[in-house]
């Protein structure tokens, strides 16, 4: 499974954009690069996934650097509700789906 | 689309006894599932991996014959922790997808305590 690096914690305040990066040096050409966010007491959250090239959903922005190794999520207006655990997790290919979760970070939101 | 359904959302049980954890796909078909452990404070842990129709796929580690795994129908995996002891007490999640290369969907955990 590819190694993951994440900031153990962020801090941004409300209606500000957020960047979490995350390092994935040994992803697997076939990995596809996940990213899920966990409140206290519940199961994570899917956020947004990529292969290649950069990915925009309702809830993030996924910029997938051109060598793969790395990735940013960005949230373009921070709430108080986007306060969580996420984890950025590359998947698919060796690794068959299975989900190995890194210990993430910790993003706080300020009001 | 894609809601996974877990069920309870806590359970205390007494020490040797046994516990079911159900989690179903409630708007698509999950041939795998897999079941994850959290303790507090750290993060989630892959158990094993649920096949519908076959046998589960354990990570290293995790005994097969205390952590049951039955996947007897396409909607429904359920985890049975077997004569529960106090390390046991954990946060249990499932999870599944839609198709692959997908993004995964979580149940919302089970909270077990044993007493």
């Known amino acids: 499974d590819a190694k993951t690096t994440q900031p153990n914690s962020m801090e941004s305040n409300e209606e500000e954009p957020v960047h979490l990066p995350c390092n994935h040096s040994t992803i697997s050409g076939t990995d596809y690069i996940h990213w899920y966010r966990q409140l206290p007491s519940q199961g994570p959250e899917y956020v947004i996934h990529?292969?290649?090239s950069n990915v925009n959903n309702r809830m993030a922005s996924l910029a997938i650097a051109e060598d793969r190794k790395s990735s940013t999520l960005i949230l373009h207006r921070a709430t108080l509700r986007d306060a969580a655990v996420y984890y950025c997790i590359p998947t698919g290919g060796t690794s068959y789906g299975k989900l190995t979760f890194g210990q993430g970070t910790i993003l706080t939101v300020h009001p | 689309g894609a809601v996974v359904s877990q069920h309870p959302s806590w359970v205390i049980c007494k020490s040797g006894t046994s516990v079911k954890i159900e989690c179903r796909s409630l708007?698509?078909?999950?041939?795998?599932m897999f079941w994850y452990r959290q303790f507090p404070k750290q993060s989630l842990m892959l158990m094993a991996t649920s096949n519908e129709g076959s046998k589960a796929t354990y990570e290293q580690g995790v005994e097969k014959d205390k952590f049951l795994i039955n996947h007897a129908s396409l909607t429904l995996s359920t985890l049975t922790v077997t004569s529960a002891h106090p390390e046991d007490s954990s946060f249990y999640i499932c999870s599944a997808r839609l198709r692959v290369n997908y993004g995964y969907t979580f149940g919302s955990g089970t909270r077990l305590t044993v007493v």
């Open positions: 990529g292969l290649t």
């Open positions: 708007d698509f078909q999950a041939t795998t």
